[in-house]
């Protein structure tokens, strides 16, 4: 199958075109700059010009299946950002996607659209649970929006589909490669001790969703995917600090309404002093980890054969070679 992926070079992209390769897919990438090529042409695809920031420039390759992974993600900022690449993008990759003739259109979305504003617990939740296209969140309010206009765009000939994922992680991620610095600085206080459970989906494990969607699952609908089991919070970061040495027995720990109120008091300091950088505690990233949240992806077990091949132990384990 020839194949298009938006987001190539990042994290999950880089985990996903070698094995789209290994297939015997025929793989294009996006890609904006000469080192994007550079470094998707290392992982076996054609590079192909395109930026997401330009959505009205884009011209879509002879190509059977379009991955979409590209997206703005920050956890503070302005909306406009997010919705123009998010959203506008996304219209105009399908817009451009469906005059191309393409069959299938897999989008990455996150399984952090069913999140409230309310900081509601989530358990075991399922594809029913509702979307937030107006949560405060412009990272959560955009990928809802766009997974909709996605979903909607679905018709014989043009299969849409959207992979919902919790947490990604796995070597490379910017969460793990963060936590030294958060933990030795003491920046880093866990919510309510961490002890809630919550799922996560290793990029081995997303990268294997994205496959089995290539030719299998109904058109026009969602599906979450996690880890084939759940954990806690505390024990997932304890799992990723031991790799690098670091206990967090002696960790703070302070409620959900001090750490969202702190995160709100953050953001506006980082408007204050215009900085593009985000602080180091978000509204968004307190609602993102900071609850209980296990979803059911039963639906992506039966429909799209997805299993979940790497464990938590092979995940960990993983770090030390990829």
Same mark, same amino acid.
């Given at each position: ?37 550079? =470094? ?99 990272y959560i309010a955009s990928k809802a929006t ?57 990029? *081995? ?36 600090? =031991? ?34 950088? *985000? ?29 979940? =091949? ?13």
């Open positions: 199958m020839k194949i298009l992926v938006t987001g190539g070079s990042g994290f999950l992209g880089s985990r996903l075109i070698p094995r789209l390769v290994a297939q015997g897919h025929d793989v294009l990438a996006m890609s904006r700059t000469s080192a994007a090529d550079g =470094k998707v042409q290392a992982l076996g695809a054609m590079p192909v010009r395109g930026d997401m920031d330009n959505p009205g420039g884009m011209a879509m390759p002879t190509v059977e299946a379009v991955i979409h992974l590209a997206a703005h993600f920050h956890f503070a900022g302005p909306r406009a950002p997010y919705f123009h690449v998010n959203v506008d993008g996304t219209k105009a990759l399908l817009t451009a996607a469906q005059a191309a003739g393409v069959s299938s259109f897999l989008y990455l979305t996150a399984a952090a659209v069913i999140m409230d504003d309310r900081g509601s617990p989530i358990r075991n939740a399922d594809e029913r649970a509702p979307t937030f296209p107006d949560s405060f969140s412009p766009s997974e909709a206009g996605v979903l909607a765009a679905n018709r014989p000939g043009f299969r849409t589909i959207a992979i919902r994922p919790p947490g990604i992680w796995g070597p490379g991620d910017a969460f793990s490669r963060n936590i030294p610095h958060a933990i030795t600085s003491g920046q880093f206080a866990f919510i309510a001790r961490g002890d809630y459970p919550y799922s996560t989906c290793h990029v *081995d494990n997303v990268a294997e969703a994205l496959i089995c969607a290539l030719d299998r699952g109904d058109g026009g609908r969602a599906y979450f995917v996690r880890d084939p089991d759940n954990t806690t919070f505390r024990a997932f970061v304890d799992g990723l600090a =031991k790799l690098q040495g670091l206990s967090i027995d002696r960790l703070r720990s302070v409620s959900y309404g001090t750490a969202f109120f702190m995160g709100r008091m953050m953001e506006l300091g980082a408007r204050l002093r215009r900085s593009d950088q *985000d602080p180091a505690l978000t509204r968004t990233m307190v609602r993102l980890i900071g609850r209980e949240f296990t979803i059911d992806d039963s639906a992506a077990r039966r429909d799209l054969g997805y299993v979940g =091949k790497v464990s938590r132990p092979e995940g960990l384990a993983s770090y030390g070679v990829g």
